[in-house]
């Protein structure tokens, strides 16, 4: 639920966790521009949760700064002062200049988080402790609910191309993975026309479709599988031969990593920080399925995913970061905390920070 400080925000703490999505530092610089008119301080704090939750106490500011040109302040050090000056150009560059980590504070050193950073709400005192006065965070994670319900003062802009926070229509990075999705998808039919292949492109979605169904109908693909529909292995194979009906005899097909094929798609590797395993690539265990029905049809399974973090964000994320940036800053101007920034029936509103038993937004 939102909260009202008591006073006005002094410093601002940003941080950016989970995966990283075109878009971020757009919104980062957004929020340092925004603040320097408003004579706040903003820090930056490296690393995601791990930043946050790892700062050692007993260190005076300068043992924390971290500096590009030194290299004792590459491991260790999380706080990185930002300004008009050194955030000038970085909404033109991908990824987050904070860095990320998939890191769970639940499930590491800090027993009490809320304490941790209250303590570090108190301001500059004789040992020079960092100054965080609030937060703005650009994951969203259950536990920014729980922080602000313990009097923590939060705020949220979402982002993932998944595009499932609940609470919003749009999150940033969201536009950019479907035009860049659709350009390689525009420029890969040539060579699936060549061959006479069948493409099955795996896209982000694990809980949610809106990626590959967007995509979908940009690009008139074939056939999309996404997770809240059941898929049929032995329907798609009776259909793919009707859609490969054309001169170059070729078809595409769609795949959210979460997919529902019906059937279990094996999990590799050990859980995450969050107790979720990777499903082994879910284009090539449907190629792998579908050859056996269609031994004389060509299936090329190709992994979109890490294609579709990397590089610029396109012109409507980068709007839709500074609009998200702005409206944090006028709560943070109100003094209301708690609050997501959201795009709602084609509004910009703030809401309450999605709990832990709201489940992802869903097709």
Known sequence: MPGQLSSPIRSLGVLTGGGDVPGLNAAIKALV???ESMDIRVTGLRAGWQGITFLDRARGRDGLIFRRDEPGTWQGSYLVPLNRLNTRTIDRQGGTILQSTRTNPARIRVGDLPSHLTAYGAGHGPDDRVDLTGEVLANLEFLEAVLSAKGVPVWGI?????NDVPGTD??????????RAAEFITRIRSTAGSHSETVLFRMFGRDAGFTALET???????????????ADIDALARLIPKDRRNPFNYSIVLLSEGANLGVPVPEIGPPDAYGHRKKANVAEFLAEQLTTRLPG?????IDLTYFLRSGEPDAYDKHMAIYYANLIMSQVEN???GVMAAHRNGAFIATDIPGKNLPARRV
């Not at 749009?170 to 035009?179: K, N, P, V, W």
């Not at 979908?216 to 059941?230: K, S, Y």
Request: proline content about 10%.
């Open 33 to 35: 521009y925004r603040a």
């Open 158 to 162: 979402p982002k993932t191309m998944d």
């Open 170 to 179: 749009f999150c940033i990075g969201f536009q950019t993975a479907i035009s």
């Open 216 to 230: 979908a109908t940009v690009t008139w693909a074939d056939r999309v599988l996404i997770p809240e529909v059941p």
């Open 297 to 301: 049809v060509r299936f090329l399974p």
């Open 335 to 337: 003094g209301t905390y």
